[in-house]
């Protein structure tokens, strides 16, 4: 059979090719996209080929077994309808796959949508798996002050979840107004701008923790700024080749502050014995239609528009927040 699938094929630049699909193995089947979700993060860095091309794509998913180096497919929130046997045809399912029109995969490695999850919410699945992994690194308690420096769909995923737990304040923090007001609908009880006193809502000693996943390296110097004495700043941005400076001077070290790398890859060393990347997803499957996040979908572009839809992320930041592929 043959589909079409995007290619990143040098910086900023971005093609659909045919490609022929083998017929499904034992234990496979073949997929029909019905959307698929735009990452404005690591899809941007790939764009704008701000990304070391000897990494590998994602050497935990088997649909991403390359490298950043051009050409390459990329994308990892696709919804589709199972169309040969194997499952329940016409199954909702999501996958971690490139932007393609079809796919042929592991029946093993599909995440049913659950009826009640609508189309919107499961293209963004794996935002909130994200947003979920960050919340379990950072730990947050019942009554810390907590800031999220960056409002965009996982920043605003981090405080939909964080709204939930018993904070004193949870403050958000972005450059942008209408991210802000998103921030202050999901549960942030103080919004801001980075340039605005964010230390008068939080008192003079600080944030307890600071979960910065702004994608700005620049960002990560307020986040030790905002950190109080022995805070957590929980650093869930990639930043690919971005340079970035840090004043890790007197105040850094008698903070006594903690710098943690969040990643979704893997579930943190502490939670292993409990959780694993099964319960998370099933948690994440709960969470969706609850928290509603299908409603941060800003564009909706038919996929033959894919070199449209990137340079609107590019170019114009502040009029897209979310953007998914239709096929």
């Not at 949870?170 to 103080?190: K, M, P, S």
Request: charged share 20%; proline share 6%; with cysteine.
């Amino acid at each position: 059979m043959r589909g079409r699938a995007l290619r990143f094929t040098g910086p900023r630049q971005v093609a659909l090719a045919d490609q022929e699909l083998p017929d499904p193995a034992p234990g496979e089947v073949l997929v029909r996209t019905l959307v698929s979700a735009v990452s404005a993060g690591s899809e941007l860095l790939a764009y704008r080929g701000l990304i070391e091309p000897e990494t590998p794509l994602d050497p935990l998913l088997p649909a991403l077994s390359g490298r950043f180096e051009f050409p390459f497919g990329y994308g990892y929130a696709a919804v589709g309808e199972v169309v040969t046997s194997g499952r329940a045809e016409g199954e909702r399912v999501f996958l971690f796959a490139p932007h393609a029109t079809h796919h042929v995969a592991a029946a093993a490695s599909l995440w049913p949508v659950p009826r009640d999850v609508s189309l919107d919410n499961a293209a963004l699945f794996a935002t909130l798996e994200t947003a979920l992994s960050i919340v379990h690194d950072a730990a947050p308690l019942v009554g810390e002050r907590v800031v999220v420096i960056g409002q965009g769909v996982v920043g605003l995923a981090c405080t939909a979840l964080l709204a939930g737990t018993g904070l004193e304040a949870l403050v958000a923090v972005d450059r942008l107004e209408a991210r802000r007001a998103w921030a202050r609908e999901l549960g942030a009880t103080h919004a801001a701008g980075p340039d605005d006193t964010i230390l008068d809502v939080l008192g003079a000693s600080g944030a307890d923790l600071v979960i910065e996943v702004s994608g700005d390296p620049a960002a990560l110097e307020l986040a030790l700024a905002l950190a109080g004495l022995e805070a957590r700043v929980v650093v869930a941005s990639w930043y690919g080749t971005k340079e970035t400076r840090l004043a890790l001077g007197t105040s850094f070290h008698r903070k006594r502050l903690r710098l943690l790398s969040s990643q979704v890859s893997q579930v943190a060393p502490a939670l292993r014995g409990r959780w694993d990347k099964a319960r998370r997803r099933e948690a994440v499957a709960a969470l969706a239609p609850r928290l509603g996040l299908g409603r941060l979908v800003s564009h909706r572009l038919p996929f033959e528009r894919a070199p449209e839809a990137y340079r609107l992320l590019d170019d114009h930041p502040g009029d897209a927040l979310q953007l998914l592929f239709t096929y």
